[in-house]
């Protein structure tokens, strides 16, 4: 019973994703991020105005043709049950991993000449850190513990200042990431 919740709660976060991405101006995006909230709350009683901006793909392979680049998936210590591919044409790939029940446990994504933020995250968390990788990639992780060394959320853009960049963020709200870890993901994944 969780799964068509979870699916359609999925829909109108990807609909809040859309118009926060082709907002034109700070207010708009704020507007969109906002709304994202609201819209997951009616999600599962009512369908959305908006197109999921998403296409789910049955393989990983189909997903990168889709968006029209390639992504390096890191080796994760998250337990899941199966993987959902999506993707944005020619903009973002997105590999949810879901557990056995269907319920997201981590998320991963790479987006193509998109600025910012790309996670899907909006949620103000108590804690940011920047790090800094051996190849100077700069990243931002997000987190609740006090202790500083637990992280559910990174994003960092690899050469930014590039006409062509990939932007990326990683998810693990379930069981979260050390700094470490955090590290050696930004390596793998920004090959």
């Known amino acids: 019973a969780e799964a068509p919740a979870y699916d ?6 990807g ?5 926060f991405f082709n907002a034109e101006d700070s207010t708009a995006m704020n507007a969109a991020a906002t709304g994202a909230a609201a819209m997951n709350d009616t999600a599962a009683t009512e369908s959305a105005a908006m197109p ?28 899941y049950d199966s993987l959902v591919y999506r993707a944005m044409e020619g903009r973002m790939i997105e590999v949810i991993y879901l557990d056995e029940y ?24 108590a804690e940011t850190k920047e790090l800094k990788t051996d190849d100077g990639i700069r990243v931002t992780v997000y987190g ?6 637990r992280w559910e959320t990174a994003v960092w853009t690899k050469d930014a200042d590039a006409k062509t960049h990939y932007s990326y963020s990683i998810y ?5 990431f050390t700094t470490d870890e955090i590290l050696r993901i930004v390596q793998v994944m920004s090959k």
């Not at 359609?8 to 976060?13: G, K, L, R």
């Not at 609909?15 to 118009?19: G, K, S, T, V, Y």
Request: with cysteine; proline share 3%; net charge negative.
């Open 8 to 13: 359609a709660a999925q829909e109108a976060a």
């Open 172 to 176: 693990n709200g379930k069981s979260t």
């Open 144 to 149: 609740e513990n006090a202790k500083g060394d």
């Open 15 to 19: 609909e809040a994703e859309d118009a």
């Open 102 to 125: 269907g319920r997201e446990c981590c998320r991963i994504r790479k987006g193509l000449n998109m600025e910012d933020d790309i996670s899907g995250i909006y949620y103000e968390y």
């Open 52 to 79: 999921n901006p998403f296409i789910e793909t049955k393989t990983l392979e189909e997903a990168q043709k889709a968006a029209g680049f390639s992504i390096t998936l890191p080796k994760l210590d998250t337990n």
